[in-house]
């Protein structure tokens, strides 16, 4: 969450999730 000016659009924050998403599968899993 430090790239608070990178957050305005939405394709970034879909990318972030996605990211954490995919992490959060990998460790799960």
């Known amino acids: ?7 305005t659009r939405p394709e970034s ?4 999730a996605g990211g954490i ?3 959060a ?3 799960w899993w």
Not at 1 to 7: A, F, P, S, V
Not at 13 to 16: F, P, V
């Open 1 to 7: 969450m430090l790239y608070r000016k990178n957050i």
């Open 25 to 27: 599968v990998g460790l």
């Open 13 to 16: 924050l879909l990318r972030i």
């Open 21 to 23: 998403a995919l992490v």
